[in-house]
Every structure is written in C-alpha cells, then in structure tokens.
C-alpha cells in the first residue's frame, strides 16, 4: 500500500527511520517524490486491525516531526535582525552560563574588595580637602611643600627666600650684551659684560623668588661717567618691572650699596642699556650685586 505525505522526501526518509515497521506487522518497501508529494509504499505482514496501528503510528511521528519544524521556523525568525529572544525562552540557559571569562561568585568577590577599599572613587573630593593648607589651593599661597620622610607629612617653607650674592652668583647670566655671563661670575675682570646699544641687557634667572632690598655695580675703565642703565626686577606674573634707574656708568670701581629702590620680591635681576656711554659707545660692567 502506499501512504502519502505533503512533508519533503528527506523528511519521509527521516521519519521511516524512526518507525518500527516490524512491530508492526509490516516492511518499508520504498519512498518515492512524485508531483511534489511523497509517497511511502508498504507491505503488510499482518492483518488491517495491525495496518491500522502501523498508519497510526506514521501518524504521530509526522505531527511530531512537523511541531518541531514549525518551532524551528519560529526561532529563526526570533532570531532575524532587529529581533530579540528573552531568558524566559531560553529554558535550561541561566544567567551565569553567559559569562565565559568571569562566574557570578568571581564578579561579586571582585565587587566587594572593591567596595572595601579605604580610597574608592566617591570618598576622593573629601580625602583630597584633609591634604588642603591653604583654602582652595593644595598649600598656602608663596610656598612650597617640602618632604618629611616616608609615613610624615610634608611641611611648607616660604619660597620667598632672601637673596644672598651667593646665590644669585650660583646662576650663570644671560642676555643680549656682549659676555652677560660676566656680570655675577665672582670677578670685576678683566672681561666684562659690554652693552653697545641701547636696551641690551644682561640678567639672572633666580631658581625661586626671592626678597631683595639692595645692589651694587663694579665699573670699567675705559668710561666717562656719562652712560645710564637700569635695574629691572621680574615679578611673579613673569613681567620686567623698573626697580632703581639712572645708575650712571663709572671706572674701575665699586658704587656704595644702594637700597633706593625698597623691598621688592623677584624671580630675575636685569642691568639695561638705556643711554650709552661716550667712550667708545659702550656701558661696561665688571660686575653686579645683589642681596637682601
């Protein structure tokens, strides 16, 4: 006899394979595809009543086979782009079988070292503010913090020193005169710094502010006396400031300390050209002083 399906010939392949056509009481003699329906062709070993179970049974596997392929239709169309598949579909996944790298007891231990730290991000701003000194800065204003060893903490020290000739001789000059290095290195000559134009200077750029009161300049010979400069102090926002003017050039020797231009605290010292001298055009300086 022959049994007809609307299934493909693989799945009536499929499901001769799960059925048992000798408890039955009957042999699978072929399956054929003909006119786009499947045929099944059976030979009965046993009576119509055994026929009838075997038909049966046929039956219930087909409707097995087909829920599950309408199933599979189903997730696959879950499962197309833009879709979405909830864990409540997924029956035996829970949520700890996603984590490869990582299981939930790893993840929660992580969390709580985490949560036990004596510096976690939120308590930053507070522990930041014990550290302050100085209002909304980290240390009070024109000072600087100075290490106290291992477990102590720093203390502060007044960056606004007072200037000694040392160390403004610990310095090498600069500028744009001819041998500004020669104006503080510890010797009045034989060379000196040269200034032939006006507005050439010679300076030192102190390692920190610090306090001065009073300078004093060596001259040069040759020089008539009549060539003028300036000393300029740098303040804290990094400008030249006028300190003492009109210091008149003079011969090989030392002016008296001069403390006309007051108190004032500097970053740098700058000697400039501002009227030449008449001998040879030149303002020349041995050597400069400075101190509190």
């Known amino acids: 006899m022959l049994i007809k399906f609307d299934s493909t010939f693989k ?5 001769a394979g799960e059925t048992d056509f000798a408890a039955q009481g009957a042999r699978l003699v072929g399956i054929s595809a003909i006119g786009g329906f ?3 062709q059976i030979e009965l070993l046993a009576s119509d009543g055994v026929l009838s179970g075997i038909v049966t049974s046929i039956e219930e596997v087909k409707a097995v086979a087909d829920q599950t392929g309408a199933e599979m239709v189903t997730a696959q169309e879950a499962l197309s782009p833009g879709s979405r598949l909830s864990h409540a579909k997924l029956d035996d996944v829970g949520a700890s079988d996603h984590h490869t790298k990582y299981t939930d007891a790893e993840v929660d231990t992580i969390v709580a070292v985490h949560a036990a730290l004596a510096t976690v991000h939120q308590d930053a701003p507070a522990l930041i503010g014990t550290h302050e000194t100085g209002g909304n800065h980290r240390w009070t204003a024109d000072k600087v913090l100075v290490g106290a060893g291992a477990g102590a903490d720093p203390t ?8 000694t000739v040392a ?5 090498s000059g600069e500028g744009t005169a001819t041998g500004p290095e020669k104006i503080n290195d510890g010797s009045t000559g034989p060379a000196v710094t040269n200034m032939d134009a006006v507005g050439e200077y010679a300076e030192i750029r102190l390692l920190a502010s610090a306090k001065m009161t009073q300078f004093r300049f060596y001259g040069d010979s040759p020089q008539n006396g009549d060539g003028v400069s300036k ?3 740098l303040d804290g926002d990094y400008v030249w400031q006028d300190w003492v003017t009109g210091l008149s050039t003079r011969v090989e020797s030392w002016s008296n300390w001069d403390s006309s231009g007051g108190e004032v605290i500097a970053l740098g010292i700058r000697i400039v050209a501002t009227t030449l001298d008449s001998n040879n055009n030149k303002n020349m300086y041995g050597e400069l002083e400075v101190k509190y």
Do not use: G, H
């Open 167 to 171: 160390m403004m001789q610990a310095i």
């Open 38 to 40: 499947t045929y099944m």
């Open 11 to 15: 799945e009536a392949l499929k499901i």
């Open 156 to 163: 502060e020290m007044t960056i606004n020193v007072r200037l």
């Open 231 to 233: 000393i300029q102090d």
